[in-house]
């Protein structure tokens, strides 16, 4: 099991900058895949980033350049750092932790943060 929490969510003006964080307890945090999610209004959920325990990383084309994912193992957080930011990217900003098992793959979820760009 893992619990996921995520922060830093807000109200930013297009071009502005945000850093989301996620502190995640009860399991072995290197062993997931650590990757951020959003879904806007009548929209499905979507990928924005995400990164191995080794530190590789991989983001979706609309924010390459403009998001960095990082991940801290020795604190168990995972940091989405924003900047660039466009009307486009408002969202609820899902933290999720992903593990293969012999079953397939195991997911976990934050309860989200609300990341509004508006003038």
């Known amino acids: 099991q893992v619990q996921l929490v995520e922060s830093g969510g807000g109200l930013v003006q297009p071009g502005g900058s945000l850093r989301l964080s996620c502190a995640a307890s009860g399991s072995i945090f290197s062993a997931y895949v650590m990757g951020w999610y959003r879904q806007a209004p009548g929209k499905q959920r979507e990928l924005v980033a995400a990164i191995h325990g080794d530190g590789s990383t991989h983001s979706a084309n609309s924010v390459q350049g403009r998001f960095t994912i990082s991940r801290d193992n020795a604190r168990n957080t995972v940091d989405l750092q924003m900047s660039g930011l466009k009307p486009g990217d408002r969202a609820v900003y899902y933290c999720?932790?992903?593990?293969?098992?012999?079953?397939?793959?195991?997911?976990?979820w934050g309860p989200g943060t609300q990341v509004t760009v508006s003038t």
């Open positions: 999720n932790a992903a593990k293969q098992s012999s079953s397939g793959w195991v997911n976990y």
